[in-house]
């Protein structure tokens, strides 16, 4: 006799609960409880009464399912509409995976002696700042002399393509949210899930979904992670817009077009370079989680130290992973800043 | 009174406007009609009455000074006119159309060539330089650039900006982001301007400055200008035609000099009570009309029709007997003498004992 036995009894439900024993193969605990034989009735007091639980309802009622029916459920819902969503989300996403092995052929394939340069004078194109020119050469410089030079392009590539991506559509989202209050109710919680959910969490369906040889598995982990804060910034920026200056705009006659593109878009161009910033740091820290899942560069050295407890080698790509980061960092808001200063001219 | 000039033209016609804040303008607007009042309306159907029965007609060519204290609606009055706000119920008319049934191109255009407007806070876009601030409403329009930075740099010179082109907004004082605000007005050669609290923000001496800047360009533009503000000598001032606005409806409108000499109620006689009398007062509105100068006792001195009294005080030097003949383009118009003149110096009802007026406020 479980605990809940009165109950179905008082509801009159125990004939359905005969007539349909559920054939569900025994938990463990039952298993365990049956072995050590004492089948004794065992009065539970008012204290120990557990939580109604469908475990616990199913001791009292074989018709009731068990937990395990909830993850199974969802695992076979997943598993079967797979395929379907495979059709849509293969072709979408094809293009991702060719970006992406794009890159890193590229990448790899020209020569150290032109993409050190080429790096370096993008910087300065950005930054116009000699200390972060030489700061990003002696880190690519000391990362080469140690042989991480193609474990960190691998990295960089993979971040740039995403980061790239992800401002492409995550710019044209927040503009979409800044317009309209239903569509931000909408899109909030799902960024809200976004942000939240662990890092590692993405890379469960994904599994399922496509395979594990192909780059735009990690591709798609990246950016889901990664996007939310240009999204956000970008809603945010526009919204922020001087109301008198909007009022002014108006009172001219402009168009929502011009509107946007000449007064909005510029004057939120701070906040939308902040959440940039915030988006590539993201995408480094889910390149490493991602190689996991065959993601290539500094991160597979990391899992190798963590597997095969190679302390040097997780320590020195760790380190790597510290520099690229600090780069990244530098680099863009050093961009932000000559954006700001533009501004408050 | 005196002032016969001929009618101007209606440019814009402001009809029995209402504007309701809340949720429900539509049945607030209902409990309006039947009469209710702003104060009940707020306390039991918690409705904001913004502007209660507007009707203005603006004048073609001439400055409209809308004026009240903060909070009397003249600010939402003046951004009805283009429409930044719609009216909960009423008629807008420019040049005989009602622009309420307006689509939002014909809007645009309405906005793009019939109106600009100048803002108490400038409204400057921060990111461009101060001729692609100026030449906006025309690069809106699609005007080649040649052609709105020649505009814009004609008009820049004009409010006395030059050299000042490259330079963005935030390098500017307020008073030159105001000038470049005006230029902007200024460029997009609207007809109708307006100006919302433009010249406010400002320091005294400089809204001196922009005052006489408007007064100098409003004789040379002739545009429709509808102005507001809080400041009872600049509306004295500037105005053509004085509307006075209480808790969003009208107390009075008129010609300046009228509303002085015959204020229409105790809110109106507080307003004007501080006013310096001799310098706003001119000598046509409290002249006598064709008489010639009667040549008896005292001196006789001519005097311009649009001169104030405070001139003609300097004139008479205290000779109290002294008589002014009147003069407008070298014509004998009417004579003023001082006992008139003295008696129009003294408020219309001097508030007893100079307390009892205020306690209203």
């Known amino acids: 006799m479980a605990t809940y036995d009165t109950l179905f009894q008082a509801l009159g439900l125990k004939d359905w609960c005969d007539s349909s024993a559920s054939s569900a193969p025994m938990s463990m605990s039952d298993l365990v409880s049956k072995s050590s034989g004492d089948g004794a009735e065992q009065q539970t007091s008012l204290w120990n009464t557990p939580f109604p639980s469908l475990d616990t309802l199913n001791d009292a009622c074989p018709a009731m399912p068990q937990s395990r029916a909830v993850t199974k459920g969802l695992e076979e819902g997943f598993l079967n509409i797979k395929d379907s969503l495979k059709v849509v989300l293969d072709p979408a996403t094809q293009p991702l995976s060719w970006m992406l092995d794009g890159a890193l052929y590229a990448m790899l394939s020209t020569p150290w002696w032109l993409v050190i340069p080429a790096i370096l004078m993008i910087v300065w194109a950005v930054s116009r700042s000699a200390g972060l020119v030489a700061f990003v050469a002696v880190s690519f410089g000391g990362l080469a002399f140690i042989d991480q030079y193609d474990y960190a392009i691998q990295t960089l590539s993979i971040i740039l393509v995403c980061a790239f991506l992800c401002v492409l559509i995550g710019v044209p989202i927040g503009i979409l949210m800044s317009r309209s209050n239903g569509l931000r109710r909408a899109i909030i919680p799902v960024l809200d899930m976004l942000q939240t959910l662990p890092p590692f969490v993405y890379l469960i369906p994904l599994i399922f979904l496509f395979s594990v040889t192909e780059s735009k598995l990690f591709g798609i982990a990246i950016i889901l992670y990664a996007i939310v804060p240009v999204v956000r910034l970008t809603d945010l920026g526009i919204r922020l817009v001087d109301k008198d200056v909007i009022e002014a705009a108006d009172a001219f006659g402009m168009s929502r077009h011009q509107k946007l593109f000449g007064v909005q878009i510029p004057l939120a161009l701070p906040n939308i370079m902040a959440g940039v910033n915030q988006t590539i740091m993201m995408s480094l820290a889910m390149v490493v989680i991602a190689s996991l899942v065959s993601a290539p560069g500094l991160g597979v050295l990391v899992l190798r130290g963590i597997r095969n407890l190679e302390l040097g080698v997780g320590l020195v790509a760790g380190l790597g992973i510290v520099l690229l980061a600090v780069i990244l960092d530098r680099v863009t808001k050093a961009a932000l800043a000559r954006i700001n200063t533009t501004h408050q001219h | ?361």
């Open chain 2, 1 to 361: 009174m005196t002032d016969q000039n001929e009618t101007p033209e209606t440019r814009v016609s402001l009809k029995q406007l209402y504007k309701i804040f809340g949720d429900d303008p539509e049945t607030a607007m209902e409990h309006v009609r039947n009469g209710l009042s702003k104060a009940d309306l707020l306390d039991q159907h918690n409705h904001v009455l913004g502007l209660n029965d507007i009707n203005i007609d603006i004048p073609d060519g001439k400055m409209t000074v809308i004026m009240g204290l903060s909070g009397s609606g003249k600010s939402t009055l003046i951004r009805h006119l283009n429409l930044l706000i719609r009216p909960t119920d009423g008629e807008i008319e420019v040049d005989g159309e009602n622009i309420l049934n307006y689509s939002e191109a014909q809007l645009r255009t309405l906005r793009q060539q019939k109106m600009s407007m100048v803002f108490q806070k400038f409204g400057l876009l921060p990111h461009r330089t101060v001729l692609e601030n100026a030449g906006m409403p025309l690069a809106v329009r699609g005007f080649s650039k040649s052609e709105w930075a020649e505009q814009a740099r004609k008009w820049l010179n004009r409010v006395g900006l030059d050299g000042q082109e490259n330079q963005h907004p935030n390098q500017l004082s307020g008073g030159m982001q105001q000038r470049v605000g005006l230029a902007r007005a200024l460029t997009s050669n609207a007809p109708i301007m307006l100006m919302d609290e433009a010249f406010s923000a400002l320091d005294p001496l400089i809204r001196t400055d922009m005052q006489n800047l408007l007064l100098e360009l409003q004789e040379e533009l002739q545009k429709t200008v509808v102005f507001i503000t809080h400041d009872l000598d600049e509306a004295l001032k500037l105005a053509d035609k004085l509307v006075i606005l209480k808790d969003g409806f009208i107390v009075q409108q008129g010609e300046p000099q009228r509303i002085l000499l015959e204020p229409a109620d105790a809110y109106v006689e507080e307003f004007i009570t501080d006013i310096n009398r001799a310098r706003v007062l001119r000598v046509r509105s409290v002249m006598r009309t064709g008489a010639d100068p009667k040549s008896s006792s005292g001196r006789v001195e001519a005097i311009g029709a649009d001169d104030t009294l405070e001139s003609a005080l300097a004139k008479a030097k205290g000779d109290t007997s002294v008589c002014f003949k009147v003069e407008r383009g070298g014509k004998v118009v009417g004579q003023l003498d001082m006992t008139d003149l003295v008696r129009a110096l003294v408020p219309s009802a001097p508030p007893e004992d100079g307390n009892t007026a205020r306690k209203v406020a």
